[in-house]
């Protein structure tokens, strides 16, 4: 098997993967907050930003599903791309998520003692700091 | 139980047949990554791994893997 091809494919993996995190990151952010701004131009301003993060988000998701069809057609291909290493850091990326979640359902059932909050902007938040954490992690785990 | 401290010898191997961690990587069926964190002991593979490591140098697992007691 060539050594560049495996390379090549890892790094492009790579990338899709740093920037599908930055548009998940930046649309998933702009859909929380725009329900508390009031103001029209910043209002604006975070729609634009959350779509200019959605299109980097759906580029790469296309980006990955298509890598993802090259690698699993060749299988000498696809089990040296997701060796046991690289398993290894997607368990401890999700473990990071988990106790994230964790984390952060403790922090609302604390702040709910002293205020009502709501369940959908719980729900919306765990959500973010679940998936950009298990993201994150992996991302910083499989840096060179 | 004690410290141990995991020592191989895959830098040396590879030295001595003239191939780069990409090169024995793309023989193994692996990534380079995981030859570079094997051979700076930042990842222990798996008896599979090691023994197809072993194989490809032509050594005893134990010779290319140690196990040293601190």
């Known amino acids: ?74 299988e000498k291909l696809r089990n040296a791309l997701n060796n046991e290493l690289h398993q290894l850091y997607m368990y401890k990326s999700v473990f990071w998520g988990f106790k994230i979640v964790i984390a952060i359902i403790c922090v609302f059932l604390g702040i709910s003692s002293f205020y009502n909050i709501s369940s959908l902007l719980v729900c919306e938040i765990t959500l973010l700091f679940g998936v950009s954490s298990f993201l994150i992690a992996g991302l910083v785990y499989n840096k060179d | ?43 222990v593979p798996s008896t599979v791994l090691a023994i197809r490591l072993a194989r490809f140098f032509e050594i005893k697992v134990e010779e290319l893997f140690d196990l040293i007691e601190n």
């Open chain 1, 1 to 74: 098997m060539d050594s560049t091809i495996i390379e090549k494919l890892d790094k492009s993996r790579y990338e899709a993967m740093k920037w599908f995190t930055f548009g998940w990151i930046l649309w998933f952010c702009g859909f929380i907050i725009k329900d508390f701004i009031n103001n029209n131009f910043i209002l604006g301003l975070i729609l634009l930003i959350g779509l200019f993060g959605w299109v980097f988000y759906t580029v790469n998701l296309i980006r990955i599903v298509k890598l993802g069809k090259i690698i699993n057609a060749d």
């Open chain 2, 1 to 43: 139980m004690g410290n141990y401290e995991f020592r191989n010898q895959i830098k040396v191997q590879r030295a001595m047949k003239d191939i780069t961690q990409g090169e024995l990587a793309a023989k193994i069926g692996v990534t380079r990554k995981t030859i570079n964190t094997i051979e700076n002991g930042k990842f």
